[in-house]
């Protein structure tokens, strides 16, 4: 499964949201539990990590509703699970240093 025009226009309304601080996908315990571990290690858009985290994210957005994702990711092993919520933050705080204007 790959990530259609419609699965983008989600993407960005879950990032939207996030970025005012709304997370209608994670808990923000299991945010901070996962991201207070130091991962530098990992980069969701290396060759080797894109097609897996492409396919979890299509996953995800394939499920009809928020209740049917929130299901979705809770079935995830452990890794799976810590992957997403990794690559959706790098995302949104990647999002967010983009939107602020440049400072010197």
């Known amino acids: 499964?790959?990530?259609?025009d419609s699965h983008l226009d989600e993407i960005e309304y879950l990032?939207?949201?996030?970025?005012?601080?709304?997370?209608?996908?994670?808990?923000h315990t299991t945010i901070a539990k996962i991201l207070s571990r130091p991962?530098?290690?990992?980069?969701?858009?290396?060759?080797?990590?894109?097609?897996m985290v492409q396919?979890?994210?299509a996953e995800l957005l394939s499920q009809e509703s928020l209740?049917?994702?929130?299901?979705?990711?809770h079935q995830l092993d452990?890794?799976?699970?810590?992957?997403?919520?990794?690559?959706?933050?790098?995302?949104?705080?990647?999002s967010l240093l983009?939107?602020?204007p440049e400072q010197h």
């Open 1 to 4: 499964m790959s990530l259609d």
């Open 15 to 27: 990032l939207t949201q996030s970025l005012n601080g709304v997370h209608h996908l994670f808990d």
């Open 39 to 51: 991962n530098d290690e990992f980069d969701p858009f290396s060759f080797e990590n894109l097609q």
């Open 55 to 57: 396919s979890l994210f």
């Open 67 to 73: 209740p049917a994702k929130r299901r979705f990711l």
């Open 78 to 94: 452990e890794a799976s699970y810590e992957v997403l919520v990794r690559t959706y933050f790098h995302v949104v705080d990647n």
């Open 98 to 100: 983009a939107s602020k």
